[in-house]
T-cell receptor, first 113, second 118 residues
Framework: QQQVKQSPQSLIVQKGGISIINCAYE??????FPWYQQFPGKGPALLIA?????SEKKEGRFTISFNKSAKQFSLHIMDSQPGDSATYFC????????????FGRGTQLTVWP | EAGVAQSPRYKIIEKRQSVAFWCNPI?????LYWYQQILGQGPKLLIQ????????DSQLPKDRFSAERLKGVDSTLKIQPAKLEDSAVYLC????????????????FGNGTRLTVT
């Protein structure tokens, strides 16, 4: 059973455009929602994370929007660049489980010039 | 700081053979994780250590997989005997562990070992 559902599976965006990736979860015990970026041949790297006490968090061109009532969260990449081309994973964690992350299936983002 | 080190980077074995992966976490990180990432999917936790004790191994196929973290630093993950469906990237990650403000500190991943079972 997939604990975190992610969409779309792949995304193609023009340089300068906005990339939007969505995730949904069912377990209301989740209280930490990170996004990871993974380049080919590399391990995932933490990009940005949010806790459910806030509805939005922004770091540079990356923003997480969080809707607790809908149990959904999304990643927005503003002014997308070719260097952003990678696979993005959303994840969820219960603080009590000390870091057991449940990952979505990933979104392969391609930003073309 | 040096990142999480893993070796080997690639391994090709035949089914029913055995294989071992090695991980050296970031210095000072008490918590170590092994994740399995099958092609086209997100990573799935296999086992989690806190220092040299197992915190969670509920998703580890214990009939063929084993892991240890002697002395609370390096860790090895072993598969014996391997099956075709074990073909995946095996990722090691580490973190400081529970933070004082609640929750867990961020996970840092290594670049993984790509295992192909033929």
């Amino acid at each position: 059973q997939q604990q975190v559902k992610q969409s779309p599976q792949s995304l193609i965006v023009q340089k300068g455009g906005i990339s939007i990736i969505n995730c949904a979860y069912e377990n209301t015990a989740f209280d930490y929602f990170p996004w990871y970026q993974q380049f080919p041949g590399k391990g995932p790297a933490l990009l940005i994370a949010i806790r459910p006490d806030v509805s939005e968090k922004k770091e540079g061109r990356f923003t997480i929007s969080f809707n607790k009532s809908a149990k959904q969260f999304s990643l927005h990449i503003m002014d997308s660049q070719p260097g952003d081309s990678a696979t993005y994973f959303c994840a969820a964690d219960r603080g009590s489980t000390l870091g057991r992350l449940y990952f979505g299936r990933g979104t392969q983002l391609t930003v073309w010039p | 700081e040096a990142g999480v080190a893993q070796s080997p980077r690639y391994k090709i074995i035949e089914k029913r053979q055995s294989v071992a992966f090695w991980c050296n976490p970031i210095s000072g990180h008490a918590t170590l994780y092994w994740y399995q990432q099958i092609l086209g999917q997100g990573p799935k936790l296999l086992i989690q250590f806190q220092n040299n004790g197992v915190v969670d191994d509920s998703q580890l196929p214990k009939d063929r997989f084993s892991a240890e973290r002697l002395k609370g630093v390096d860790s090895t993950l072993k598969i014996q005997p391997a099956k075709l469906e074990d073909s995946a990237v095996y990722l090691c990650a580490s973190s400081f562990g529970p933070s004082r403000t609640g929750g867990n500190s961020p996970l840092h991943f290594g670049n993984g070992t790509r295992l192909t079972v033929t």
